[in-house]
């Protein structure tokens, strides 16, 4: 069941809307406790958000590395530390053509909050069917 909007996020929302041009029905937060708190390698590729998501990611808190790698070449990496109050956007084909995580780490590392705003579509767009044998 979504939740209405807690006023501090709206507010959010609505700036990032206005600067951005797009539109976002839904946020994700995520809470870092410390080093040993960490999201694996992963798309944000689910059918509903469409073929070509904006993601708007901002993080609060402890400063933490996030990296990405090509799903067809892994060997192809960029790392970036994202700083507190940073906003990450990831648009386009990022999320078809690479896979993004944030590790695990053993320095010592304060909690971290990240918000992922996305939008995400009622009816989503499924791949059309394979062509039925004749
Ligand atoms: O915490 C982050 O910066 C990444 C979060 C993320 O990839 C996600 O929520 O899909
Ligand atoms: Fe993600």
Not at 39 to 62: F, K, V
Not at 108 to 132: S, W
């Amino acid at each position: 069941m979504p939740h209405p909007w807690p006023a501090e996020l709206a507010a959010l929302r609505r700036r990032l809307q206005d600067e951005l041009g797009a539109r976002f029905n839904s946020v994700l937060a995520n809470l870092y406790r410390d080093g040993r708190d960490a999201m694996g390698w992963h798309s944000d590729d689910e059918l509903e958000l469409g073929p070509q998501p904006l993601i708007a990611s901002l993080s609060l808190g402890a400063p933490r590395r996030f990296v990405l790698r090509r799903r067809d070449d892994p060997a192809r990496k960029l790392a970036l530390q994202l700083e507190p109050g940073s906003l990450l956007l990831m648009g386009g084909s990022t999320q078809r053509h690479w896979k993004h995580a944030l590790p695990r780490t053993a320095r010592p590392v304060g909690a971290r909050i990240n918000l992922t705003f996305r939008q995400v579509q009622p009816h989503p767009r499924r791949p059309p069917p394979a062509a039925a044998a004749p």
